[in-house]
Every structure is written in structure tokens, then in C-alpha cells.
């Protein structure tokens, strides 16, 4: 079964930190293009990043500078690092993949249940 599963949301202190995991069933994190997105309540999603090996990796500008994603082949594992967390951080994040080895041009078709992250002022 081809699934997603993230993991090591939490509530954090503004300022803090935490990191994301993803972790993919059924195939390998470098096969297409990955990245992360977040839905606040009442809001609608949000693209923070996306990497492949065909155009690199970008950021939207809400988190450029504070997160960062990598790839772990080694452990088959998607990561986001997220410093300097803010409240408007708050939301559930989510690991998606793409149908191609491009991140732009191109939406998520598969994504995992997400993990929410609180971040108090």
C-alpha cells in the first residue's frame, strides 16, 4: 500500500524549533518530487516547500530562511526543520508527493494524515 506518515508535530514556544518526519510505504523518497504543506483552520493550504532532483528545492516566503527540508535516503525519510517557529505557524502540516520528478507544475497526489503543530505566544 502506497501511504505517507509523518510524525514529531507538537506545541512548541514561539522561538522554538521542531522537525517533521515522513516517512513513505511502498516506494522511495527520491523517486518524484516531495514536500510539505500546512492548513491552518478555516484557511486554505499552503505550499512551504518542495525538492526534487530536477529543480531543486524551494520555499514559500513565510518560511523561507526558518525551514528547511531534507531527504534522508539512507532511512527513506522526508524531513522538515522548522526554527524561529511563530503563532501563525500553527496548523497541520502535511508530506506530499508529486506525479513527476518536477516540483513546479504539478500538485500533490498523495499526502499522509498530517501532524499538527501548536506554537503558543
Known amino acids: 500500500q502506497v501511504q505517507l506518515v509523518e510524525s514529531g508535530g507538537g506545541l512548541v514556544q514561539a522561538g522554538g524549533s521542531l522537525r517533521l518526519s515522513c516517512v513513505p510505504s511502498g516506494f522511495t523518497v527520491e523517486r518524484y518530487a516531495m514536500g510539505w504543506f500546512r492548513q491552518a483552520p478555516g484557511a486554505e493550504r499552503e505550499d512551504l516547500t518542495c525538492t526534487s532532483k530536477i529543480d531543486g528545492t524551494n520555499y514559500a516566503e513565510s518560511v523561507k530562511g526558518r525551514f528547511t527540508i531534507s531527504i534522508d535516503s539512507a532511512k527513506n525519510t522526508v524531513y522538515l526543520q522548522m526554527n524561529n517557529l511563530k503563532p501563525e505557524d500553527s496548523a497541520d502540516y502535511y508530506c506530499?508527493?508529486?506525479?513527476?520528478?518536477?516540483?513546479?507544475?504539478?500538485?500533490?497526489?498523495?499526502w499522509g494524515q498530517g501532524t499538527r503543530v501548536t506554537v503558543s505566544s
Open positions: 506530499g508527493t508529486k506525479p513527476s520528478y518536477y516540483c513546479t507544475g504539478y500538485e500533490y497526489d498523495l
